[in-house]
C-alpha cells in the first residue's frame, strides 16, 4: 500500500507557473509508476502525465506536451509536475496516482492509489 498527499496547487494567472508535489509514504516508492491526473468541474478525471519506475521515461497529454514537465525523486518519495505557461483551461484537481508495474498508461481505472487532490486554478 501507498498514501499519497498532493501539495503545490493555488491560484496563478495565465501565462504563469506552478510546481506540484505528491509525497508518498512506504519504502517501495520506487516500485511504482506515477500519474498526474486532473479533473474539471463537470468533466471527467483526464490524464495528465506519468513517469517511470527510475524516472527515465515519461508520457505525456498532447494538451500539456511542451508545458508540463512530470519528474520523481525516489530518495524523497516524491513526484513533481512542473507546470508552466498555464492557461485557464488548466483549471482542474490535480491528482496524483500510483500503480506497481514497468508500463506508463494513461487509463485512470489502471492505477491503484491516488490522493486527495490539489486546487489549481488558472484565471485570464
Known amino acids: 500500500q501507498v498514501q499519497l498527499v498532493e501539495s503545490g496547487g493555488g491560484l496563478v494567472q495565465a501565462g504563469g507557473s506552478l510546481r506540484l508535489s505528491c509525497a508518498a509514504s512506504g519504502r517501495t516508492f520506487n516500485t511504482y509508476i506515477m500519474g498526474w491526473f486532473r479533473q474539471a468541474p463537470g468533466k471527467e478525471r483526464d490524464f495528465v502525465a506519468s513517469i517511470g519506475r527510475s524516472g527515465g521515461s515519461t508520457y505525456y497529454a498532447d494538451s500539456v506536451k511542451g508545458r508540463f514537465t512530470i519528474s520523481r525523486d525516489n530518495a524523497k518519495n516524491t513526484v513533481y509536475l512542473q507546470m508552466n505557461s498555464l492557461k485557464p483551461e488548466d483549471t482542474a484537481v490535480y491528482y496524483c496516482?500510483?500503480?506497481?508495474?514497468?508500463?506508463?498508461?494513461?487509463?485512470?481505472?489502471?492505477?491503484?492509489?491516488w490522493g486527495q487532490g490539489t486546487q489549481v486554478t488558472v484565471s485570464s
Open positions: 496516482a500510483a500503480r506497481p508495474g514497468t508500463t506508463l498508461i494513461r487509463g485512470r481505472s489502471e492505477y491503484d492509489y
